[in-house]
Nanobody, 123 residues
Framework: QVQLVESGGGLVQTGGSLRLSCAAS????????MGWFRQAPGKEREFVAA?????????YADSVKGRFTISRDNNAKNTVYLQMNSLKPEDTAVYYC???????????????WGKGTLVTVSS
C-alpha cells in the first residue's frame, strides 16, 4: 500500500511558477511510475505528466510540454516533484499525485492517489 500526500499548491499570477511535491509513505516508490493529474472545475480529470522508476523516462501532456517538469527522488525523500513554470489561468485545477506499479509512463491505469492540492492562476 502506498500513501501519497501532495503539497505546494497556492495562488499565483499568470506567468509565475510553483513547485508541487508528493510525499510517499507506506512503501518505497522505487518500483512505481509516478504521475501527476489535474481536474479543473466542471471538467474531467486529465493526465499531466509521469516519470518511470528505473530510467526516469518522462511523458507529458501536450498542454504542459516545455513549461512543466516532473522529477523524482527515490532515496530517503521518497518524493516526486512537479515544477510548473509560465503558468496560465487554464492551469487552474486540483493537482493529484498518483502511482502505478511498473515502468511504463502511462497516462492511465494508476492504482494509488493522493487527495490533491489546489493551484489557482490569476489573470
Amino acid at each position: 500500500q502506498v500513501q501519497l500526500v501532495e503539497s505546494g499548491g497556492g495562488l499565483v499570477q499568470t506567468g509565475g511558477s510553483l513547485r508541487l511535491s508528493c510525499a510517499a509513505s507506506g512503501r518505497t516508490i522505487y518500483r512505481y511510475t509516478m504521475g501527476w493529474f489535474r481536474q479543473a472545475p466542471g471538467k474531467e480529470r486529465e493526465f499531466v505528466a509521469a516519470v518511470t522508476w528505473r530510467t526516469s523516462s518522462t511523458n507529458y501532456a501536450d498542454s504542459v510540454k516545455g513549461r512543466f517538469t516532473i522529477s523524482r527522488d527515490n532515496n530517503a525523500k521518497n518524493t516526486v516533484y512537479l515544477q510548473m513554470n509560465s503558468l496560465k489561468p487554464e492551469d487552474t485545477a486540483v493537482y493529484y499525485c498518483a502511482a502505478r506499479l511498473g515502468e511504463e509512463a502511462r497516462d492511465y491505469d494508476y492504482n494509488y492517489w493522493g487527495k490533491g492540492t489546489l493551484v489557482t492562476v490569476s489573470s
